[in-house]
């Protein structure tokens, strides 16, 4: 394990999801999910969002396309205050979500907005 990655992605990790939701997660590590998280923090958050090549609120808005595209709603969630942290807007929220519905289809579309309206409500942004 390269432990800069590591440490690169706890933070980046911390920064985006936020260190409350991210401290909770990690203290449910154990022996049978501790390579699992190592991985996520190196890799997926270290390596990839490490990169500064796309900023964090772009990849944030790339990862609310796919995650509604693939269905994953609990992390679409997650990941919509995730995109609200790194900057996306209500407009370009909006923007996002017209463009989910058109190429991941309506269905999706009008999940993504239901859960938008619960996760803006709650944040305040209603």
């Known amino acids: 394990m390269d432990k ?3 440490d690169k992605g706890m933070a ?3 920064k985006t999801l936020g260190a409350e939701y991210v401290e909770k997660s990690m203290s449910t590590v154990d022996d ?3 390579e699992w ?5 190196e890799f997926c958050w270290g390596k990839v969002w490490g990169d500064d090549r796309i900023p964090a ?4 808005m ?3 396309t796919m995650l509604a595209a693939l269905g994953r709603m609990h992390e679409w969630e997650l990941h919509l205050n995730g995109a609200l942290n790194n900057g996306v807007t ?3 929220l909006k923007a996002i979500l017209h463009q989910i519905g058109i190429y991941a289809g309506f269905p999706a579309g009008v999940e993504c907005f239901r ?3 619960k996760v803006l409500k709650e944040r305040g942004m209603a």
């Open 4 to 6: 800069a990655l590591w």
């Open 12 to 14: 980046a990790r911390k």
């Open 32 to 34: 049978f999910n501790q």
């Open 37 to 41: 998280q190592d991985m996520l923090n």
């Open 57 to 60: 609120k772009t990849r944030s």
């Open 62 to 64: 790339m990862n609310l």
């Open 90 to 92: 209500k407009e370009e």
């Open 115 to 117: 859960i938008a309206r």
